[in-house]
């Protein structure tokens, strides 16, 4: 049976490394450096390297746990509970906290409450859409970290 062959970007840091991808069935069965990638020429650092193990580790969380407030046990919740919470929450707390002018009486339109911090992980595409939303929303603080 042949594996299907897909090039992709490694998530870890921001320098872009080039990996192939061999998935059978929708599984990744096999990965290696990309040797036509202009950044990496197939080389991979040890994080690069431990992407296989990432995505076939039995110990890989699939589900959404939840521990509520001064509870001691987890709960399994689905996707959309989680999204729709953490949408209310961000919600309320910018209701609560949005400020539209500042003690001089400025026209500022903002949330204190709130700060955004991104991974290393995300692309310059993905990054821009997130600071408009966060910036539509009304925080000032965001942050990308890219680094190992």
């Not at 310059?124 to 939303?133: A, G, H, Q, T």
């Amino acid at each position: 049976m042949y594996t299907k062959q897909t090039t992709t970007i490694c998530p870890y840091c921001a320098v872009g490394c080039g990996i192939i991808l061999y998935t059978r069935e929708g599984k990744l069965v096999s990965m290696e450096g990309d040797p036509d990638h202009p950044i990496n020429q197939g080389s991979l650092c040890s994080k690069g390297q431990a992407l296989f193990q990432v995505a076939n580790s039995p110990y890989r969380m699939k589900k959404v746990l939840y521990r509520a407030p001064n509870s001691d046990a987890w709960e399994v919740k689905d996707w959309d509970w989680a999204i729709d919470t953490i949408a209310r929450r961000v919600k309320n707390t910018r209701d609560r906290t949005f400020k539209e002018k500042n003690k001089e009486g400025f026209t500022v339109n903002r949330t204190e409450a709130i700060a955004s911090l991104g991974g290393a992980a995300l692309d310059n595409e993905e990054c821009y859409v997130i600071d408009k939303l966060m910036r539509a929303i009304g925080i000032v603080y965001l942050e990308q970290q890219a680094r190992l």
